[in-house]
């Protein structure tokens, strides 16, 4: 029943910036995490960005000094601002949750947004 939808991504040149959305909904709790993937054609799927309830974000290397995470005002959503973009950020870009609730886990993802980054 819970669905995490993307939003946000299209076609930007180099040095760019996007500003990526993740909506959750038929959620009936607040995650205790909530990140950032993206995975470029032939590769894994990377952690780029990492909201927790308590604490502060943490952020790949490649991606430290570009982008900002950050939680939305509406329960359970999360926002990746992606500045001065490169080639090599070219993927696809996907919102995740997860936590745990007593003895009960959960990991949702969504179905991913496309960036492209292109000269």
């Known amino acids: 029943q819970v669905q995490l939808e993307e939003s946000g991504g299209g076609v930007v040149t180099p040095g760019g910036s996007l500003r990526l959305s993740c909506l959750t909904s038929?959620?009936?709790?607040?995650?205790?995490?909530m990140a950032w993937y993206t995975q470029a054609p032939g590769k894994q799927r990377e952690l780029l960005a990492i909201s927790r309830w308590r604490g502060q974000p943490e952020y790949s290397d490649s991606v430290k000094g570009r982008f900002t995470i950050s939680r939305g005002n509406a329960r359970n959503t999360v926002h990746l601002q992606m500045n001065s973009l490169k080639l090599e950020d070219t993927g696809v870009y996907y919102c995740?949750?997860?936590?745990?609730?007593?003895?009960?886990?959960?990991?949702?993802w969504g179905q991913g947004t496309q960036v492209t980054v292109s000269s």
């Open positions: 995740n949750a997860r936590g745990t609730v007593g003895a009960h886990k959960y990991d949702y």
């Open positions: 038929g959620s009936r709790f607040v995650f205790d995490e």
